[in-house]
């Protein structure tokens, strides 16, 4: 195995929180070396460091930081110069880097004669086989999904539609007040979710788009919501499609062919199998009803109805992750957690998505959750 070395938080970085368990705001050295593991960090994350098996904690201290500020160094070169104090106590004299690496911090270290090379491949792979621990955190980030999706449509059930409006309890039903409601269940679930998408009309054919305004009867509401786990920092993702009021024929067959989709395309996991033949079996399902979708889709030419994304990604630190299920893809590994999630729309009119997230087992994939698919809630 190759020398690491990885510079970053662990909230914000996932190539560090993979490796380190708890949440550290503030940057630090991470090393690895000849089978030894070890961390430079400030005096008081010592103590929670060392709790991990196998991990040296290094307080700043022990490598000279007192004696590196009394000489008249600031904050910022003195980690610089105490991170390659780190790497000659270590005898470290090359290692491989993520792409997230600070660009000073590696110019200083080349500088001392440390050789870097970035393997952004070597750290993706690393993430890709979820630990018990972080599909437990999952599995909690999915309740809280569920909980979301449930709070959406109770209130959806208890609306009431007036001509082409939607209202509950006399005032106008709004994307924010429905994402209030799915926020406050996401929060009484344990987990987080800053941001997600409550869209409804036309914006749902609109990419990411949030979701805002009043929601008319009768008219699509994606519900694209990503939890995250407060103990583990790991994502679930999920989407279903509500409808308020009759359902349109034309967003009844987006669903059938979604939910078709959707089935075929768990049917078709396991390991081994490749992204891209798992994308072509969901595909196919649109291409049969007469949608364009990736496959059919002349290169240069830019798709926005149909089916026109690719089918789904992992699912860990990152809400979106390797591997891809698009038409370009690499083989399917057990330990893989993916979100699958075939859509159906059409410009100015809407559309239908649906998502569940899995695990990849080693002979099929295991369902996070099991909130209804139906339009009506």
């Given amino acids: 195995m190759p020398n690491v070395l990885i510079y970053a938080d662990t909230v914000r970085t996932p190539e560090l929180r993979q490796e380190i368990p708890h949440a550290v705001n503030d940057a630090f050295l991470y090393g690895e070396t000849d089978g030894r593991r070890f961390a430079v960090v400030r005096s008081l994350e010592v103590a929670r ?29 003195a980690h610089l110069e105490l991170a390659l104090r780190a790497c000659r106590r270590f005898e470290l004299d090359r290692a491989v880097i993520p792409p997230g690496f600070p660009t000073e911090l590696a110019d200083y270290l080349r500088a001392a004669g440390v050789e870097l090379s970035v393997e952004r491949d070597l750290f993706e792979q690393r993430r890709r086989k979820k630990t018990s621990v972080q599909v437990e955190g999952i599995r909690r980030a999915q309740r809280a999904a569920d909980a979301a999706n449930a709070a959406i449509a109770e209130m959806l059930r208890g609306a009431q539609i007036e001509g082409d409006r939607v209202l509950l309890e006399g005032e106008p039903l709004t994307s924010e007040r429905l994402k209030a409601a799915a926020g406050a269940a996401v929060t009484a679930s344990g987990c987080s979710a800053e941001d997600f998408i409550v869209a409804h009309g036309a914006q749902t054919c609109i990419g990411h788009h949030h979701g805002s305004g009043e929601i008319a009867a009768g008219e699509p509401i994606t519900v694209d919501i990503w939890p995250r786990d407060a103990a583990t920092a790991c994502f679930t993702d999920m989407t279903r499609t509500f409808v308020a009021g009759e359902v349109d024929d034309e967003l009844r067959e987006y669903h059938r062919l979604c939910k078709a989709a959707l089935e075929r395309a768990l049917e078709a996991i396991r390991p081994g199998v490749l992204a891209s033949e798992v994308y072509r079996v969901a595909a196919e399902v649109f291409e049969e009803a007469g949608q364009p979708t990736l496959l059919s889709k002349q290169p240069g030419t830019v798709l926005d109805e149909g089916f026109f994304h690719r089918l789904g990604h992992g699912v860990g630190l990152e809400v979106h992750e390797p591997p891809y299920l698009a038409p370009a893809g690499e083989e399917i590994v057990a330990g893989d957690v993916l979100a699958v999630e075939p859509g159906c729309y059409r410009q100015g009119f809407g559309g239908v998505r649906l998502e569940d997230t899995v695990l990849v087992t080693d002979d099929g994939v295991e369902v996070f959750g099991g909130y209804p698919y139906e339009l009506e809630p």
């Fill in 49 to 77: 460091m060392r709790e991990i098996e196998g991990l040296e904690a290094i307080p700043e201290e022990e490598l000279g930081l007192d004696d590196l500020q009394a000489d008249g160094m600031s904050v910022a070169e």
